[in-house]
């Protein structure tokens, strides 16, 4: 099992938890984080240092990238594998699938690779090379059949993890929040290039807000592969209180009466709680430069890609700016009109990606391979 960011070590560990309890004797072992490791999977190389994104922040971590390949590669060579999952991650995935496909040991690509947005060329090489896709994107699913790709949509998995019943009291009392005060969360990413850039964009945006709404509270939901030390380096450059809290970014959504968060799958997140946000999102020059030649799609949120729309305010790049985003989200927060109509429309996203469960019926498509 590989993946190399956080979202794919989520994913890929409700996967083994699911795979270890169906099937005894089962061991699985490949590239992951601290949430596949607690599943029970044996991690030969940890993806701290592999959530990157972009073409110069790739160039900075090429030692990283390049050892976990000769692991994983080791490891292939070695034998005794007798199945693949790959966890999006696409350019180091499909290098691992070529491998793979050699030795002849089946590959399953659960979570699909952006073909849709950028690099659509792809799907052939995805065809070659891998005998099952697993996708969580409604719209997914005809693209890879209509190019002749074993494909097959699942639902999201993020719909796993809603709890019926959140307690947001006992949440504030935890983490010494005031629940009678509004909240703002922000949710800046999971690779360090991410929230460097993003993150003092929310909090230049929290300043302004802060001037505005007297009591404001803002809470920050950290990434496991982003230490605290990172985030208050940024943060605390600005006379604001920001509660930390790691391990719990549904209770800091669903706490929350607003989200300022990172374009990705946090985006569908906040929208399966069905909270009012805005996306933020700035890349190095070079690769946004090279992205805006590339990509296809007219927004880059997910949400907004499911939705079919732009339901969500989305500030890129040099459009990200403090001063809009408060107004934008300022503007939302006291027109109760608007807050209604854009909750409205989450919940329509929501009912689009599926139903719960996600988890394991992917589970059940990899037994029917062991």
Same mark, same amino acid.
């Not at 900075?60 to 994983?72: G, M, N, T």
């Not at 799958?265 to 090279?290: D, E, F, G, H, N």
């Not at 001063?323 to 009109?337: A, C, F, P």
């Given at each position: 099992?590989?993946?190399?960011?956080?979202?794919?070590?989520?994913?890929?560990?409700?996967?083994?938890?699911?795979?270890?309890?169906?099937?005894?004797?089962?061991?699985?072992?490949?590239?992951?984080?601290?949430?596949?490791?607690?599943?029970?999977?044996?991690?030969?190389?940890?993806?701290?240092?592999?959530?990157?994104?972009?073409?110069?922040?790739?160039?900075?971590?090429?030692?990283? %990238?390049?050892?976990?390949? *000769?692991? !994983?590669?080791?490891? =292939?060579?070695?034998?005794?594998?007798?199945?693949? &999952?790959?966890? @999006?991650?696409?350019?180091?995935?499909?290098?691992?699938?070529?491998?793979?496909?050699?030795?002849?040991?089946?590959?399953?690509?659960?979570?699909?690779?952006?073909?849709?947005?950028?690099?659509?060329?792809? %799907?052939?090489?995805?065809? *070659?090379? !891998?005998?099952?896709? =697993?996708?969580?994107?409604?719209?997914?699913?005809? &693209?890879?059949? @209509?190019?002749?790709?074993?494909?097959?949509?699942?639902?999201?998995?993020?719909?796993?993890?809603?709890?019926?019943?959140?307690?947001?009291?006992?949440?504030?009392?935890?983490?010494?929040?005031?629940?009678?005060?509004?909240?703002?969360?922000?949710?800046?990413?999971?690779?360090?290039?991410?929230?460097?850039?993003?993150?003092?964009?929310?909090?230049?945006?929290?300043?302004?807000?802060?001037?505005?709404?007297?009591?404001?509270?803002?809470?920050?939901?950290?990434?496991?592969?982003?230490?605290?030390?990172?985030?208050?380096?940024?943060?605390?450059?600005?006379?604001?209180?920001?509660?930390?809290?790691?391990?719990?970014?549904?209770?800091?959504?669903?706490?929350?009466?607003?989200?300022?968060?990172?374009?990705?799958?946090?985006?569908?997140?906040?929208?399966?709680?069905?909270?009012?946000?805005?996306?933020?999102?700035?890349?190095?020059?070079?690769?946004?430069?090279?992205?805006?030649?590339?990509?296809?799609?007219?927004?880059?949120?997910?949400?907004?890609?499911?939705?079919?729309?732009?339901?969500?305010?989305?500030?890129?790049?040099?459009?990200?700016?403090?001063?809009?985003?408060?107004?934008?989200?300022?503007?939302?927060?006291?027109?109760?009109?608007?807050?209604?109509?854009?909750?409205?429309?989450?919940?329509?996203?929501?009912?689009?990606?599926?139903?719960?469960?996600?988890?394991?019926?992917?589970?059940?498509?990899?037994?029917?391979?062991?």
């Amino acid at each position: 099992m590989v993946t190399g960011e956080a979202s794919g070590d989520l994913h890929g560990a409700k996967l083994a938890n699911i795979l270890y309890q169906e099937r005894r004797g089962l061991k699985i072992l490949g590239i992951g984080g601290d949430k596949m490791i607690g599943s029970g999977v044996d991690i030969i190389y940890h993806i701290r240092d592999l959530g990157v994104v972009g073409i110069t922040e790739v160039f900075f971590h090429l030692k990283a %990238i390049r050892d976990a390949f *000769r692991s !994983v590669r080791r490891l =292939i060579e070695d034998g005794g594998i007798d199945l693949v &999952i790959l966890i @999006d991650y696409p350019d180091f995935n499909l290098r691992i699938a070529e491998i793979v496909k050699k030795r002849g040991i089946p590959v399953i690509y659960y979570i699909s690779p952006q073909i849709w947005a950028w690099r659509s060329w792809r %799907i052939k090489k995805i065809a *070659r090379l !891998v005998n099952k896709m =697993i996708v969580i994107l409604p719209f997914e699913e005809k &693209i890879y059949r @209509d190019a002749g790709v074993d494909c097959e949509f699942v639902g999201h998995p993020l719909l796993d993890d809603i709890e019926p019943a959140f307690n947001k009291t006992e949440f504030c009392a935890r983490h010494g929040i005031d629940p009678n005060r509004p909240v703002i969360g922000m949710m800046p990413g999971s690779r360090r290039g991410e929230v460097r850039r993003i993150l003092p964009v929310m909090m230049g945006s929290a300043m302004f807000i802060s001037k505005e709404i007297q009591d404001v509270e803002f809470i920050l939901s950290a990434a496991p592969t982003i230490e605290d030390k990172e985030i208050k380096d940024i943060t605390g450059k600005w006379p604001i209180d920001i509660k930390i809290v790691r391990d719990d970014s549904n209770g800091v959504i669903a706490s929350s009466g607003f989200m300022m968060v990172a374009s990705g799958t946090a985006t569908l997140q906040t929208a399966i709680l069905c909270r009012p946000m805005v996306i933020i999102y700035r890349a190095s020059l070079i690769t946004y430069l090279i992205g805006r030649l590339m990509v296809r799609v007219k927004h880059v949120g997910l949400v907004n890609l499911v939705a079919g729309d732009g339901i969500v305010p989305e500030f890129i790049q040099h459009g990200a700016v403090p001063e809009r985003i408060s107004s934008t989200i300022l503007g939302i927060m006291k027109d109760e009109k608007k807050r209604d109509e854009l909750t409205k429309r989450l919940s329509l996203v929501r009912s689009k990606i599926g139903t719960p469960g996600g988890s394991h019926r992917a589970a059940r498509i990899v037994l029917g391979y062991i």
